[in-house]
C-alpha cells in the first residue's frame, strides 16, 4: 500500500494539482490508516472511523488551485459546475467550513469529493485509493472550469466587481503554459499489433504529461484490418499497457463488452471519416470555450444533449450529445474530419489522424491553444 500512495503522490505533483509534497496526505486502509507523513494528523483517522471507505485524499493544491477555490466558496456551501465531469460523476462539490472529522465525513459521505473555504480539496475512494485520485483531480477540473464560465456569466450580465477583475488578473498571472516542443510518437502506419499497442500507450501517456486531460481520463484508438484497438474502460492513458482491447468491426466477437464507453463513437468516426486513429482527452480551455455560447440563460434545450444550433471554434466544430454509448455516436461523426477533431459541449476533445497519433496530438495542442486564446479574450470586459 506504501507504493501505492507514493504513486498517487507523485501524480499529484506531476500533474501540478499540488505544490508541495508535505501538504499532501494519501491515505489507505487495511486493517488501519496507512499514509505517509504528518499532514492531515489524526482528523483524517478519524474520518476513516466515521464512514465505510478505503482512500483518502486530501492536500492543499498548487496556489493557483488554491488562490480560485477560495474565491468560488467563500460565501457558499456547495458548488454546483456544469461540466460534463461533473454531471455524470461528482454531482456538485460540497464546501467544508472547518477540518473537522464531523463536517469531512458529512461531505463525504454524500459526494466523493469536496473542497474547504482554505482551498484544500478532499476526497474520498470507496475501494482504492485511485479512486480518490480520480475524485480529487476531477474536482480540481471541474472548479477551474467553473471560475472562468462564472466570470464570463458575470460580464455578460453586466455583474462583475473591481474585486472580480483584482482577482482574474492574480489568476492569469498563474496560468500554466501549454506544452511545448515534441513528444516522441511514432510515424505510422503501424503494421503489427505489438507496434500498435505500443504507439497507443505512447500516445496515451503523451497527452497525459502534456496535461491534456483531467486526471487519467479520455481515450485512444487504432484501426486496421477491421480490427479496433481502443483503451479499456476505465484505464489509465498513462499506464495503457495491457489496457487495450482489439474488437473486430464486423461485430463478431464480445471482447468490445470491456472496451471504452466511447467505443461507438470511435468506430462510427472511422466508418465516416476513414481514418486510423483517435485521440480524446479533456482539455481545460476547449471545455470552457464549448460552454460560452451567447445564448447562455436563454435557450431552453439541454444543449450538452442536444444542441439545435451548429457552434464552432474557429473552424472547429462544437457538438452536442451525450456521453458513453449514446449520443455521442450519432452526433460526433456527422461533424468530425479526417485529420482534424472537434469539441465535445462541457466534455473535452476528439482528434483524428490518417496513419499515426502525431497529426492527432498535435491537433489537440493546436485546438486546446486557440480555444485559451479565445477564451481570454472572450473575458476581458
Not at 510515424?187 to 499497442?197: A, K, N, Q, R, T
Request: with cysteine; hydrophobic share 40%; net charge negative.
Amino acid at each position: 500500500m506504501i507504493e501505492q500512495i507514493e504513486k498517487f503522490e507523485t501524480k499529484l505533483i506531476d500533474q501540478h494539482l499540488a505544490e508541495d509534497r508535505g501538504m499532501i496526505a494519501v491515505c489507505g486502509y487495511d486493517d488501519r490508516v496507512i499514509k505517509n507523513g504528518q499532514f492531515g494528523g489524526e482528523v483524517l483517522e478519524s474520518v476513516f472511523d466515521s464512514i465505510n471507505i478505503l482512500g483518502l485524499v486530501y492536500f492543499m493544491p498548487h496556489p493557483l488551485y488554491q488562490r480560485i477555490f477560495q474565491h468560488l466558496s467563500k460565501s457558499v456551501s456547495v458548488l454546483s459546475p456544469e461540466d460534463c465531469e461533473t454531471r455524470t460523476f461528482l454531482h456538485d462539490i460540497p464546501v467544508i467550513e472547518k477540518f473537522e472529522p464531523e463536517l469531512i465525513a458529512n461531505a463525504l459521505s454524500r459526494r466523493k469529493g469536496a473542497v474547504f473555504r482554505s482551498g484544500a480539496v478532499i476526497a474520498r475512494g470507496t475501494v482504492t485509493i485511485e479512486q480518490a485520485f480520480i475524485a480529487a483531480s476531477s474536482v480540481v477540473h471541474a472548479l477551474f472550469i467553473n471560475y472562468f464560465i462564472e466570470y464570463w456569466r458575470k460580464i455578460r450580465r453586466g455583474r462583475l466587481t473591481s474585486s472580480d477583475r483584482n482577482h482574474f488578473e492574480h489568476v492569469l498571472e498563474g496560468l500554466f503554459s501549454l506544452p511545448e516542443g515534441t513528444f516522441p510518437l511514432g510515424c505510422g502506419p503501424f503494421d503489427s499489433e505489438s507496434v500498435i499497442l505500443k504507439e497507443m500507450a505512447r500516445a496515451g501517456k503523451a497527452i497525459v504529461d502534456a496535461g491534456l486531460v483531467d486526471s487519467f481520463f479520455g481515450n485512444v484508438s487504432y484501426t486496421t484490418e477491421g480490427i479496433c484497438y481502443i483503451s479499456e474502460t476505465g484505464s489509465s492513458l498513462d499506464e495503457l499497457e495491457g489496457a487495450i482491447v482489439a474488437v473486430p468491426i464486423n461485430g463478431s466477437s464480445s471482447v468490445g463488452l470491456t472496451a471504452s464507453s466511447e467505443l461507438d463513437a470511435h468506430m462510427r468516426v472511422v466508418e465516416k471519416t476513414g481514418c486510423s486513429s483517435i485521440l480524446h482527452g479533456h482539455p481545460k480551455f476547449s471545455v470552457i470555450a464549448s460552454m460560452m455560447c451567447e445564448e447562455d440563460g436563454i435557450c431552453q434545450h439541454d444543449c450538452y444533449k442536444n444542441c439545435p444550433k451548429l457552434r464552432d471554434l474557429e473552424g472547429v466544430p462544437i457538438v452536442s450529445g451525450e456521453i458513453g454509448a449514446g449520443g455521442l455516436a450519432k452526433t460526433l461523426p456527422a461533424r468530425i474530419e479526417k485529420d482534424s477533431g472537434a469539441i465535445v459541449y462541457g466534455h473535452g476533445v476528439f482528434t483524428t489522424g490518417t496513419s499515426d497519433f502525431r497529426k492527432p496530438f498535435d491537433t489537440m495542442v493546436e485546438i486546446e491553444r486557440m480555444a485559451r486564446e479565445s477564451v481570454l479574450r472572450r473575458c476581458k470586459d
